[in-house]
């Protein structure tokens, strides 16, 4: 369990009771995500503090008034946000926030983004040129690691609107992207392809390699804060992505069809317009 938050404290009136409640949202389990729940709370008076469980997908908020509104501001995520418990505070016993080292952080968080970025670029590229709807779909998911970077190093210092604001057109732009990855795997299952198997499970390799190396960045850091632990799942989750794109070049090869390279990239392709819907639907 980590406990952070992103929200300035601010003294609290002893009339107003203060609890913790506890809830659970199943669909809750990358960064983005979590990054979405933090520019939803923001305009909620009262937050103490934000505490993530993604294995457990639940989030422990300390607050002040009705938990009910905290569910109002989460509902539109589409994260089926439920109130497991909720259990007043002792006075005295609100709880306090350790000091996160945010330079840091932030250093770290540079690093993943030029990965990111330059992989993006770089699977793009190969799959247009290797006819591989699995490398497209798959720098797409590098796109979207990255545009959560951004989102995390642009936020600090921002308004809420702003970040919001930034979350919307980079949801967009993943929106834009996927539906032109879908697309790619419409065309190529109608005229027909021949992806190059040898450049799938190459620079599919190389991209595994590149979240080795965000991996190996993020675990020394996952422990402070829910938002660097996030960013260590989300990137032990592209590694399955990664894996996905290498075994269906090892497949293309074995078969002589081009199927497994477009189940693939149809499936992450998917999956990046599941996020891209979920960062539209904050208000």
């Known amino acids: ?21 506890v ?27 934000l505490n993530f469980d993604l294995a457990a997908h639940t989030l422990s908020v300390t607050h002040q008034g009705e938990a009910q509104a905290i569910l109002s501001c989460l509902a539109p995520l589409g994260l089926g946000a439920q ?24 250093r770290t968080l540079r690093w993943l983004l030029a990965i990111n970025g330059l992989m993006f670029l770089v699977e793009m590229v190969w799959g247009l040129l290797a006819e591989s709807t699995g490398l497209i779909a798959d720098s797409l998911d590098m796109f979207a690691d990255a545009a959560v970077y951004i989102l995390a190093l642009y936020a600090v210092g921002r308004s809420v609107a702003l970040k919001r604001r930034a979350a919307h057109l980079a949801g967009w732009l993943q929106v834009i992207l996927a539906l032109g990855a879908l697309g790619e795997v419409v065309h190529r299952g109608v005229t027909g392809s021949e992806p190059e198997s040898v450049a799938m499970m190459g620079i599919g ?12 960045l993020i675990a020394k850091k996952r422990h402070h804060g829910a938002h ?12 399955i992505a990664n894996l996905g794109v290498v075994i269906a070049g090892a497949l293309v090869t074995w078969t002589g069809s081009p199927y497994p390279d477009l189940v693939v990239g149809f499936v992450i392709s998917v999956i990046v317009l599941i996020g891209a819907r979920r960062i539209l639907r904050l208000q």
């Open 83 to 106: 109130l497991i418990t909720s259990e007043p505070i002792a006075d005295g016993a609100w709880p306090e926030i350790e000091p996160v080292d945010d330079a840091g952080e932030a």
């Open 23 to 49: 809830l659970l949202l199943p669909k809750m389990d990358c960064p983005s995500e979590e990054n979405l729940i933090r520019m939803a709370l923001a305009g909620v008076a009262g937050i103490g503090s």
């Open 228 to 239: 660097m632990k996030a960013s260590y799942i989300f990137s032990a989750n592209d590694v």
């Open 1 to 21: 369990m980590n406990t952070d938050t992103g929200f300035d404290q601010e003294p609290f009136a002893a009339a107003i009771p203060r609890s913790e409640s």
């Open 205 to 216: 390799a190389v991209a595994l390699a590149a979240n080795v190396i965000c991996l190996m």
